[in-house]
């Protein structure tokens, strides 16, 4: 048995009643996608009890644990196929096998004896366990033991770069090499615990190597594995840590809020080094409150506290609390109100980024107030904010705000003292508002004067009546501006009288333009951008449109003229034809490196493997929701020695197959399907 490959794809006559979880089982192994080989093995094994098939399941899943780096499971499984056939080659062979690999040679010579023992009754199958002792015999013969021979500063770099589960693994070899892998520091510096067995070896080392150990992450489901932690946390084992993570899936387990008084030690312990610190509490109850965690870890800059409760539950008190040193806040919860906010600012003076999910408006008022050095702005907002740039400057004001992702927006009274206070520095603008009346605009002008974004660069909002008017009003020939992002514009015509006097602009996303426009407004816009394009000044690199009804084949080929254009995004453009879609992409030719087609059932299999060929720029496909795209058309695409793609993502294309997608896998970087 080759121990460095998967046993042979399974044919067996038993596998009948399972042939869906088998046909899985074999694909898993034939792409050595160790993970799903052992899911699928697992799957089956649980259902079938017939020696003969188990053993062979066995086999298959101890190989994939192995060569996955899990070598206890792995060695299970062999010992189960020992258990489970004593009589069998198979398991001795299988665990001998896995020793060998390992460089445990002595115990791999033992198990083969062990079987060449068990089935002394027939010669024939002794010979595979004689001819693995042999080869074994071998091995030990010409073996090196690097860490003994090489000197000890290139072991240490080598055992640095080593997987967490190999150095696991490593602790098990030898005293030489348990002892070699201790004593490199770098090896040690970041330790993530989950449900691996592995993660057993690791615990026992702990109070030798947690004095190296920087960045801890707990995320596991296991009691005894959280336990074991926060006792070592406790007694004080890691020395030099400054971050620390625990997950949802470790605060889950039952009985946490019995830790609290443990981990409160545990966080005194730590509270020197201790500087970022990152807490999913789910549902937990009775346990600590975020004014207690600040208090124990006095030298904290980042925190992020989530639960599912409100934050008068968690929230504490912060009377307690003198000025601390917190730079950077995210709170997720079901409910923040503006007295939690205004507590936090009171005692955390230095606040640089706030990011608040689960409040409601009231909470901006005191940000107006007390967050004199808040830069970055977090409200109700799904998608990633982007983390603090490096020290703080002279310059008082936010740089960055960003409201939620759609959905009821805020009304604009709200939030518009706080842009109207930080006009001069706001630089980039994520607004989701409300629409606001005719009356009550000409309100705001009058309440608000002069309101400009002069240092804007990237805006996103929601272009509802009203609030069009006001914001693109503050846009007016805005100098920096490169990236605007437009959804539901009532006005399309109005939108682009302003986009086509934004010097800088680079990036546009217009999406869901729900006003009647005539297409030449698009055409004016492109035509300009074209000539910019020409004469080596600022234009298009990047465009989006996604539901422009407006969008036909006359604006996409004028479209097509920009020469700086690079990146496209279309979806839902159902004025545009099947010819008008091929002739852009030709026109367009070698220009574009990022391609995205979505919800629009005129793409063909035409426009994937023919219009796309031959673009040799061309590094990132993205198609979504086409019920015309078949197999053929990504094959013939990818099969094209002209396109050097480096990325596809394939979503709800119902006649692309995973067939399709596995042939794909094997030719292109990174694959996405769903």
């Known amino acids: 048995m080759n121990a460095d490959i998967l046993p042979s794809v399974l044919y067996i006559s038993l596998l009948s009643s399972l042939p869906n979880t088998i046909q899985s089982l074999n694909n898993a192994i034939e792409g050595r996608e160790y993970l799903r080989t052992i899911q699928f093995a697992s799957d089956v094994i649980n259902q079938v009890r017939q020696s003969n098939l188990l053993l062979a399941l066995l086999d298959v899943r101890s190989q994939a644990y192995s060569m996955n780096g899990q070598f206890e499971l792995a060695l299970s499984d ?43 009754l027939n010669p024939t199958k002794a010979e595979h366990l004689l001819l693995a002792k042999s080869k074994a015999e071998i091995l030990i013969e010409k073996r090196v033991d690097f ?18 589960s190999t150095k696991a693994v490593c602790l098990t070899i030898s005293k030489m090499w348990r002892n070699r892998v201790i004593e490199s520091a770098n090896a040690w510096k970041r330790l993530v615990v989950n449900d691996n067995q592995e993660y057993i070896q690791l615990f026992r080392a702990i109070p030798t190597v947690g004095q190296n150990i920087q960045d801890l992450i707990l995320d596991t489901s296991s009691e005894m594995s959280r336990s074991a932690c926060i006792n070592n946390l406790r007694e004080g084992y890691f020395t030099s840590i400054r971050s620390l993570e625990m997950t949802a899936r470790t605060t889950a387990l039952g009985n946490f809020g019995a830790y609290a008084v443990v981990l409160s030690t545990a966080f005194w312990q730590i509270r020197s080094t201790l500087t970022n610190l990152q807490i999913d509490l789910g549902s937990v109850q009775n346990t600590f409150s975020m004014a207690e965690l600040l208090l124990s870890c006095s030298n904290l ?29 995210e709170i997720r919860s079901t409910l923040i109100t503006g007295k939690q906010i205004q507590d936090i600012l009171r005692h955390c003076p230095n606040l640089r ?17 007390y967050a004199q050095n808040l830069e970055i702005l977090g409200y109700n907002h799904d998608h990633p904010i982007p983390g603090l740039p490096g020290a703080s400057t002279d310059i008082r004001g936010l740089r960055e705000i960003y409201t939620s992702d759609g959905g009821v927006g805020l009304h604009v009274e709200v939030i518009l003292p706080l842009l109207y206070k930080n006009m001069e ?33 990237t805006l996103t909002f929601w272009s509802f009546e009203g609030v069009q008017e006001f914001i693109l009003r503050a846009i007016e020939r805005a100098a920096n501006l490169s990236y605007l992002s437009m959804v539901n514009i009532h006005d399309i015509s109005d939108a682009i009288g302003t986009i086509i006097c934004l010097p ?34 600022s ?3 990047s465009i989006t449109l996604w539901h422009c009804a407006e969008i036909t084949d006359t604006v996409l080929a004028s479209l097509a003229r920009i020469k700086t254009l690079h990146q496209v995004v279309f979806a839902n453009l159902n004025a545009v034809s099947t010819a008008g879609l091929s002739q852009f992409l030709h026109r367009v030719d070698q220009q574009l490196t990022y391609i995205s087609l979505g919800d629009m059932w005129i793409v063909t299999d035409y426009h994937i493997a023919t219009a796309l060929a031959g673009k040799r720029n061309l590094t990132m496909l993205n198609l979504e929701n086409l019920p015309n795209v078949t197999d053929k058309g990504i094959r013939d695409l990818i099969d094209n020695g002209n396109c050097p793609m480096q990325e596809l993502a394939v979503n709800n294309c119902p006649l692309v197959t995973n067939d399709c997608i596995q042939y794909v896998k094997k030719k292109v970087k990174t694959v996405v399907y769903t």
């Open 301 to 329: 800059t980042d925190l992020s506290f989530s639960t599912k409760l409100p934050m008068s539950a968690l929230g504490g008190d912060f009377s307690l609390l003198n000025s601390h040193p917190l730079l950077n806040l």
């Open 78 to 120: 062999g010992e189960q196929m020992i258990k489970a056939a004593p009589t069998s080659v198979a398991g001795y062979l299988r665990k001998g096998d896995l020793l060998s690999l390992y460089g445990r040679q002595k115990k791999a010579i033992a198990t083969y004896c062990q079987g060449i023992q068990a089935v002394q």
């Open 353 to 369: 980024r706030l990011v608040m999910n689960g409040c409601i408006p009231p909470v901006l008022r005191p940000i107006q107030t």
């Open 425 to 457: 520095t706001l630089e980039t603008l994520y607004l989701c508002t409300r629409r606001i009346s005719a009356g009550d605009l000409q309100e705001l002008y009058s309440r608000y004067p002069n309101f400009k974004l002069k240092k804007v660069t």
């Open 147 to 164: 860490v003994a021979a090489l000197p000890a500063d290139i072991t240490t770099k080598i055992i640095a770069q080593l997987p967490q």
């Open 504 to 537: 800088a602009l680079k990036t546009l996303r217009l999406s869901h333009v729900t006003s009647i426009a005539n297409k030449l407004s698009f055409l004016r816009l492109f035509e300009t951008h074209a000539v910019r394009s020409k004469s080596q000044q």
């Open 539 to 541: 234009s298009l690199e």
